[in-house]
């Protein structure tokens, strides 16, 4: 079993709808979740980190944890096309090695 | 505020040369250092990490080695490149704030083996 799984996609969204990412992890241990942006070319870019089970928001985004269901997602609300892009889940292994997904890509279309 | 430097940008070599990608880190002291590499339509591969200077930990067994000078400078290099070996080389950073521990990468070194 992967550490961190998601779905590829890709999630096709129209503009404005809710776009919801999905990613699933295997050690029970792990305390750290974070959600990383990726546009074609580029490096990731951290947009959310969340620790405690329950819902975060940030904007237009929010990490929600459980832990129990070893389960975090990323919602956008709202989307809009230039938030097409890879969107990585990372998993802190230990205290300091993150440990991500293959990612799932997104594509809002007007 | 701290920022991450890596270059080159680009890179395209032939098989059997040498490879050193440099990063550095700017702003913050003692900082966790990682290189990762991507490979086209794959996820993030840690390959090394350091906690300190001189303190080197390898996830993947290959040709490559990673060493780190000084304590914001780290270094990725191989004696002679595959063809395995092309993607996308990332360096990140972060500094240990126990669960808040959060991770940066540098603007990346997209590696073409030849």
């Known amino acids: 079993q992967k550490e961190v799984e998601q779905n590829s996609g890709p999630l096709s969204v129209p503009e404005g709808a809710i776009a919801s990412l999905n990613c699933t992890y295997s050690?029970?241990?792990?305390?750290?979740f974070f959600w990383y942006r990726q546009y074609s070319g580029k490096s990731p870019e951290l947009i959310m980190s969340?620790?405690?089970?329950g819902d975060k928001e940030d904007g237009r985004f929010t990490a929600q944890l459980n832990k129990a269901s070893q389960y975090v997602s990323l919602l956008i609300r709202d989307s809009q096309p230039s938030d097409s892009a890879t969107y990585l889940c990372?998993?802190?292994?230990?205290?300091?090695?993150?440990?991500f997904g293959r990612g799932t890509s997104l594509i809002v279309h007007p | 505020s701290q920022t991450i430097h890596q270059w080159p940008a680009t890179l395209v070599q032939p098989v059997g040369s040498p490879l050193s990608l440099e990063c550095t880190v700017e702003?913050?002291?003692?900082?966790?250092l990682y290189w990762y590499r991507q490979a086209a339509g794959r996820g993030l591969q840690l390959l090394f990490y350091?906690?300190?200077?001189?303190?080197i930990s390898s996830e993947v067994p290959q040709n490559l080695s990673a060493s780190r000078p000084q304590d914001r400078q780290f270094i990725l290099s191989s004696k002679k490149l595959l063809l395995s070996d092309s993607g996308f080389y990332l360096c990140?950073?972060?500094?240990?704030?126990?669960?808040?521990?959060?991770?940066?990468f540098g603007q990346g070194t997209r590696l073409t083996v030849v």
């Open positions: 990140a950073w972060s500094v240990f704030l126990g669960v808040n521990t959060e991770a940066f």
């Open positions: 050690d029970r241990v792990s305390q750290s």
């Open positions: 969340i620790y405690s089970n």
């Open positions: 990372a998993v802190n292994r230990g205290s300091y090695i993150p440990t």
């Open positions: 702003g913050t002291s003692n900082p966790n």
């Open positions: 350091s906690v300190g200077i001189g303190q």
